[in-house]
């Protein structure tokens, strides 16, 4: 008897744990009034408010001109409250190619419960980081940088982008049209 009463007492627990691991993030309703707004783009390339759902925060900083008609980008995204993630987007404009390099996994402290992951992108970035991609002059490059040191990649950027509604949607060669109007990447 004592040993059923232990095992239901486990099995209990242990779904209690399942259950509340799997609501920790879980967005739930959205509240009164949200409504998905339109993309604000500024003029340096910045953009905010591309996320489609109450929990998708989905924003991207200054497009930096790294020369030779390359551009690069921090792209931020929470998801809450599931996880943060960055990415590093590299443009090239003559060739109209773009790879987004994923951000490294963060440490999660010793004892803490974590129902999702959170992506940085400072430890990937020279000085800090490993590839400095101002020295990079092409997309195959970065990848295989970034492959060498086991960093994602992901090739479908665009791809995934142009998925994106109307509405949320922001244009990866938009620092081709800053800074290389004339280029490949700009005409897109």
Sequence with gaps: MRRL??????????????????????PGQPPDGWRDRWIQVNDDGSFSD?????YNDLSGDPIADIGAGRTLQIVREAVLPCGYYESLLFVDCR????????GWPSPVPEGTAVFGDDRRVDEVLAPMGPIDFAALNSVSEVVSAAQSHGIEVNLKAAERILSMRW??????FNGCKIFYPDSAGANL
């Design 5 to 26: 009463v232990r095992f239901l007492l486990t099995t209990v627990v242990a779904l209690f744990m399942a259950v509340n691991a799997a609501s920790a993030c879980s």
């Design 50 to 54: 591309a996320g489609r759902y109450h």
């Design 95 to 102: 060739t109209a190619e773009i790879v987004e390099v994923l």
């Design 167 to 172: 509405r949320n949607r922001y244009d990866p």
